[in-house]
């Protein structure tokens, strides 16, 4: 019998053992989710950390230091401190950029598919045009176009992330749109708002959600991008993309001002996934 034969047996003979472990990945995973989102919201009122306070004396400590669990970046300023603001914003971006796109793309994909023909046409290939560009590639244009703020790194992530949505809305209202509890609402007199509000709308929650969870993932490593780059966030703003990018040139005598709030990031992602996959493996 070959491996992977053997392997599906095995699950096959034991699904609750497999239930079992998905199980716990999920959990582990929204408990690491719920401490970071935690640290962001509390962390500053015990931290206070500033981006303008900094100590050459105490510059590139390594971590363990006295006053410093995780040492100090390049200027002084204290690791722990700076982490705590990165990923303060990092979540709020990640949060108010799902929020906009997730509203603008459910509206327009489920206008789509439930009026079909002239207005499913035009915003389809206006997603299609969208669509030719790699979202990191049209969120790095609009954040250099409009300057760097946090405000303007939402709006070109939240333009960059609509599409997806707009494509999962339409299909679901395409298919549930002819179907016999939405037909009966259309002859009982109910309005288009109110067909698509409360019989449309709530069949397609569920898979934009999941999206939605595995699309923050995304949104936090394009913010950190931006940031890196020089064209999402202000110096004066913490965020783990500039922290990683002022760490570039120590890293061979402090490793820590990149690695960490890198580590950081990628631990976020990763979990985001993880919860995501477990929703998608539920629904189906």
């Known amino acids: 019998m070959s491996d ?5 047996a095995l699950l096959e003979e ?24 935690l640290v962001a919201i509390f962390g500053p009122f015990f931290t206070h950390f500033s981006m303008n306070r900094t100590d050459i004396v105490d510059r590139l400590m390594p971590p363990g230091t006295a006053g410093h669990l995780l040492g100090t970046d390049e200027l002084g300023r204290d ?3 700076e982490m705590i603001q ?3 914003i990092s979540l ?6 799902i929020a906009i ?7 327009v994909g489920l206008a789509a598919g439930y009026f079909g023909s002239l207005t499913d046409g035009l915003l389809m290939r206006l997603a299609d045009v969208q669509l030719a560009f790699p979202s990191i590639v049209l969120a790095i244009f609009i954040s250099a ?8 790194v939402v709006i070109a992530l939240s333009l960059a992330s609509w599409v997806i949505f707009a494509r999962i809305g339409r299909a679901e209202s395409l298919s549930t749109k002819n179907r016999a509890y939405v037909e009966a609402s259309r002859l009982l007199g109910a309005g288009t708002s109110r067909i698509i509000g409360r019989s449309i709308l709530p069949t397609a929650l569920r898979p934009l959600t999941i999206y939605a969870t595995v699309q923050f993932g995304f949104v936090i490593v394009a913010e950190a991008s931006l940031s890196f780059l020089g064209v999402g966030l202000p110096a004066s703003d913490a965020s783990w993309g500039t922290t990683i990018s002022d760490g ?3 890293l061979s005598q402090a490793w820590w001002v990149s690695a960490l709030p890198g580590i950081a990031l990628a631990l976020l992602v990763v979990c985001m996934s993880i919860i995501g996959d477990d929703l998608n493996e539920r629904r189906s």
């Not at 992977?4 to 599906?8: C, E, F, I, N, P």
């Not at 709020?92 to 950029?97: E, F, L, V, W, Y």
């Open 92 to 97: 709020t971006i990640g949060i108010a950029s």
């Open 4 to 8: 992977v034969t053997l392997q599906s």
């Open 145 to 152: 176009a409009l300057g760097s703020s946090v405000l303007n």
């Open 79 to 81: 690791m722990v401190g």
């Open 101 to 107: 796109s997730l509203t603008a793309g459910t509206i």
């Open 14 to 37: 034991h699904p609750a053992s497999g239930r079992r472990r998905v199980r716990v990945r999920f959990v582990v995973a929204s408990v690491i989710v719920a401490l970071y989102v």
């Open 86 to 88: 990165g990923a303060r």
């Open 248 to 250: 570039e040139n120590y």
